[in-house]
């Protein structure tokens, strides 16, 4: 493998330099198998690892030139930006690469595709003559795979380069560590510099915390000594917050709308001659509530994944929500062997992370922050729920800090501005909040956050039950009369259907569907919103319904209303004993024949 690469005298001529500047320092190189051999076993190793993916919800091993599609990178990470509308030029991952005059830090939240990326680079350097024609093999340093032998030296990179080489150094004579250090330094740049490899040191963000000082030092004299080659350390965005020489800084940018499509094209078609399967696939997702969170590598696989195997996606957007928060939040990284290292991974399990951030969540979107909000907003909310969780007050950033780092769920997005991965995340967490409280929240709140109520309708313990509550009991505790309330309202009647939630048949959840049906019916232009509730009715509805909406309503007349054969009834007079809602109901309500007269028959 390495005459691809090598001419001998290249080796020779750099063990040389190695060899007597090691004699003058009084030490000995020691050589456990020939410098060939080794590389030769090195690279066995990165093809392997750069051939293929492999993750838990996989039926097969996936090659990864089938599936590989080429990401953007931002020239500079989106969190160094000063305000949020600032738009960030992006180019592509091989482009930036190729160009590049300086080494190369790679940034992205976890799950955004860095480990991949690299897989790529390395594969293709190894696979295509003119791809990075300065370098001439990867050298590759998955700082995770390194091994607590090497990690605990105090220069745990040249320990690992000089043990790819396979070679060591001996201690010299009258010296001190730092002096072997210094030898041992000296000969991984004279060997670098001599084979310009395309050094690779993969996942800094998986460094135990009390190691990353050894590990940065060694990368900021790497950057300023390599002159063969180039140099690329990736890292978890919010976990890398240093400057190194001679580097510059990239962000993995989301996934565009024609690279989700790729993705999915060579993801379920590959080897078939035919689309249809990934067709189905991205028109599902675009119909679903969580379409956005597609726009990540780590969740778009899955999906595909998922849809492989029992060609549907989930049929309930919840299952999608709890799989991705779960993914980011814990399992990702127990698939790939990452153990837990902060402080606040110890003293914050992810449960409490998991609580935290659906509270956070809330108490931002109660207030109105549904996009991104500014640091101010961020330590207001903190200051209010900290006390809960243990939290230190004022501590607000550094926990986002490594929050970000840890799930990738809340992000910085410009200088003093944040912002949640995915707006339906932000959705769902908000959700999972408001189903855990003791009680529904007021009036106010639901009508401020319809999407999110409709999610917790559905993540309830007895949707049927928490439906009937939020209808009769928050919508209709007042009139429902102006534009604004109705246009709400319908909003949570959108969300709901997309939801899928497991309704049962219930009396008080009939007569809200009926409410709802009314609002709907009054909304002519929207024929499959009136369809998809028409469809909850025929859930909900029974003889126990009818007798309910009969203590409220008296039926008036049948009507084709919009094209719809309906029945109307009118409202009651007078109140109904034990009823607080019945004086807000609508004066007026609909119900479509059919599911009155199937009602009827139950």
């Known amino acids: 493998m390495l005459t691809e690469y090598f001419l001998p005298k290249v080796i020779d001529g750099a063990l040389d330099t190695v060899r007597d500047y090691a004699r003058a320092q009084k030490a000995q190189l020691k050589e456990q198998v020939r410098i060939e051999d080794a590389l030769n076993e090195h690279l066995r190793y990165v093809r392997e690892w750069s051939g293929s993916i492999t993750f838990k919800d996989l039926r097969a091993t996936k090659a990864l030139d089938e599936v590989f599609v080429e990401l953007d990178l931002y020239a500079y990470p989106r969190r160094v930006r000063i305000d949020p509308g600032e738009r960030v030029q992006v180019a592509p991952l091989e482009q930036i690469v190729s160009a590049s005059q300086n080494h190369i830090v790679l940034l992205g939240q976890p799950g955004a595709g860095k ?98 000082t050894a590990v940065l030092r060694d990368a900021r004299a790497l950057a300023m000594l390599l002159e063969g080659g180039l140099l690329i350390l990736t890292s978890r965005t919010g976990e890398f917050g240093y400057a190194i020489d001679n580097t510059d800084q990239y962000e993995i940018a989301p996934l565009l709308e024609q690279q989700i499509a790729q993705f999915a094209r060579n993801w379920l078609d590959a080897g078939t001659g035919d689309s249809s399967r990934s067709t189905s696939f991205l028109a599902a997702i675009k119909r679903s509530p969580f379409a956005d969170t597609s726009i990540r590598p780590l969740t778009l696989a899955h999906l595909c994944a998922i849809y492989e195997r029992s060609q549907a996606i989930p049929t309930r957007p919840k299952t999608v929500y709890k799989k991705i928060v779960s993914l980011l939040l814990e399992e990702w990284d127990e698939q790939r062997g990452i153990s837990p290292g902060s402080r606040l991974d110890r003293d914050f399990p992810a449960d409490q992370q998991f609580a935290f951030l659906c509270h956070l969540a809330y108490e931002l979107s109660v207030k109105g922050h549904t996009a991104t909000f500014s640091d101010r907003a961020l330590e207001s909310a903190y200051g209010s729920i900290c006390k809960k969780y243990d939290l230190a007050p004022g501590a607000a950033r550094r926990i986002v800090d490594q929050l970000e780092s840890n799930t990738g769920l809340l992000l910085s997005s410009s200088f003093e501005h944040y912002e949640f991965a995915h707006k339906s995340l ?31 309708v559905a993540l309830s313990a007895d949707p049927s039950s928490y439906l009937a509550e939020v209808v009769l009991h928050r919508f209709w505790e007042q009139s429902i009369e102006s534009y604004d309330d109705r246009m709400l309202v319908l909003e949570f009647v959108d969300r709901l259907c997309a939801e899928r939630a497991e309704l049962s048949r219930d009396a008080d959840c009939a007569l809200a569907i009926m409410l709802l049906f009314t609002l709907c019916l009054l909304e002519p232009s929207d024929i499959s919103r009136r369809e ?4 909850l009715c025929g859930r909900v509805f029974d003889s126990l319904g009818l ?43 609909w119900l479509p024949a059919s599911i009155v007269d199937a009602a009827e028959l139950v």
């Open 115 to 212: 480990t991949t990326s690299l897989k790529h680079l390395c594969r293709k350097l190894l696979t295509t003559q003119d791809f990075l024609p300065e370098t001439r093999f990867p050298l590759l340093l998955p700082l995770r795979h390194l091994g607590p032998q090497v990690m605990v030296e105090p220069d745990p990179l040249y320990c690992a380069i000089s043990r790819i080489f396979g070679i060591s150094i001996g201690d010299p004579k009258s010296g001190t560590a730092a002096d072997a250090m210094a030898v041992r330094a000296q000969a991984c740049m004279t060997l670098l510099n001599a084979l310009s490899p395309l050094v690779v040191i993969d996942g800094f963000d998986e460094v135990a915390p009390g190691r990353r």
């Open 532 to 535: 998809a509730v028409q469809d």
């Open 426 to 456: 932000q959705e769902y967490l908000t959700a999972e909040h408001i189903v855990r409280l003791p009680k529904i929240p007021r009036r106010q709140v639901v009508m401020r956050l319809p999407q999110e109520t409709a999610i917790a």
């Open 547 to 589: 007798d309910l909406i009969g203590q409220h309503y008296r039926r008036l007349a049948d009507e084709v209303r919009f094209g719809v054969h309906a029945i109307r009834f009118v409202l009651a007079e007078g109140n109904v004993s034990g009823c607080d809602y019945h004086q807000n109901l609508p004066r007026v309500a």
